[in-house]
């Protein structure tokens, strides 16, 4: 099927596509809300089972977090095309109130319609145009809709790691950037720094007293000192609390300090730095914690050949699809240190992910279906 006959199979599905999204989009599901990435997940499986596919659906129980969804199709023994996306959202339930699932004109509103609900239905419908015409992809699929992305992925990491190490390539359904696929994202460091010193009278015997407040502002100043942008690293300290009362040497402060690389070099430079830290008062101890969240996916030769095969298909039913490169990072981070090629961003055009006007465009939705089916054949 050439990519026109393509485009007319999802143009004529657009009303039917509309009202999938609407559906998903209000079932809200939070973060670490395991009630609702429960109903999110049913949802999406029921949705799935209704296609005239034989599938493999399994749904992975994660304690006080949800459930994490693998689907699998047209399965034989080559590598398969590794679909990735998540079903939580950062939205607390009850937004929907402020933001209301609607169109207005070309835009679809939604809270996480863009990050990353109506790109579930994208994947839905790539395995319904299969089904329904009959062609089978060029590998198999695997879906994996992991639900704690927004919070770090903590237990979703392992099933992202275990399905991408078999992948020939990997199609992150995360949100694009003004409609361009990701073909580079910044790493990930999450810190916090605690300040432990010594309580004692302002007034009366202020010298007897060790300020984690003073300390942790020396910290502060080394921390701002690792920054790098020319090579893509920054290092901020985003939020600061200490101190107990107004009359009292503060015993304790401390920061969240957010690091962003564009290596690994980087990486290993800024963790080795930050772990180093010493109190210029010696009366003071330093306590830190997390670490390196996310990897870098760097933009690879692989990486580059899979977009401008992406590109190339796209312009074949004149889609402009362009690519760029951002700080933020998705679970394609972990696959791309696997030496995966990853194309991330590919969900539908749109804006305003993690706030309330967050939308996508309905005219995009069915160039970009096309696109992602033309990209499995």
């Known amino acids: 099927m050439i990519s ?11 009303t039917s596509i509309v009202d999938l999204i609407r559906g998903i989009v209000d079932i809200e599901s939070p973060s670490f809300d395991y009630e609702r990435s429960c109903e999110v997940v049913s949802w999406i499986e029921q949705k799935f089972r209704g296609l005239s596919l034989d599938l493999t659906i399994e749904k992975i129980p994660a304690a006080g977090v949800g459930e994490h969804l693998v689907i699998r199709a047209f399965p034989s023994n ?45 994947m839905l419908e790539c395995l319904r145009y299969f089904a329904e015409t009959s062609i089978r992809p060029s590998r198999p699929i695997t879906i994996l809709l992991s639900s704690d992305e927004e919070v770090g992925s903590a237990t979703g990491r392992p099933l992202v790691e275990r399905y991408a190490a078999d992948a020939a390539a990997c199609f992150v359904f995360e949100p694009s950037f003004d409609g361009k696929v990701k073909t580079g994202r910044k790493g990930t460091g999450m810190y916090s720094l605690h300040a432990h010193g010594i309580p004692s009278h302002a007034g009366l015997e202020p010298e007897k007293g060790a300020s984690a407040i003073l300390e942790l502002s020396h910290q502060i100043e080394m921390l701002h000192s690792l920054n ?38 980087e990486a290993e430079r800024i963790d080795t730095a930050i772990h180093t830290l010493s109190a210029q008062d010696p009366r003071v101890s330093l306590e830190l914690r997390g670490g390196i969240n996310r990897p870098p996916m760097e933009r690879t030769d692989a990486v580059i050949a899979l977009y401008e095969k992406a590109r190339d298909l796209a312009s074949s039913f004149d889609y402009t699809l362009g690519e760029t490169q951002v700080g933020g990072a998705s679970d394609g981070n972990f696959v791309g240190t696997l030496g995966v090629p990853v194309l991330d961003g590919l969900g539908t055009a749109g804006a305003g992910a993690h706030t309330l006007h967050e939308h996508i465009l309905v005219s995009d939705i069915a160039k970009r279906a096309t696109l992602i089916s033309l990209l499995m054949n």
């Open 228 to 265: 790098a942008p020319e090579i893509g690293t920054t290092v901020n300290v985003c939020t600061i609390k200490g101190g107990t009362t107004m009359n009292v040497i503060p015993e304790h402060a401390e920061c969240s300090v957010d690091v962003r690389f564009s290596t690994v070099a």
């Open 4 to 14: 026109s006959e393509i485009l007319r199979f999802f143009e004529s599905r657009q």
């Open 78 to 122: 080559e590598k398969h095309f590794f679909f990735l996306g998540h079903t939580d959202t950062v939205h607390p339930v009850g937004t929907k109130q402020k933001n209301p699932t609607r169109i207005e004109e070309d835009k679809f509103y939604g809270c996480g319609i863009f990050d990353m609900k109506a790109n579930i239905v994208l």
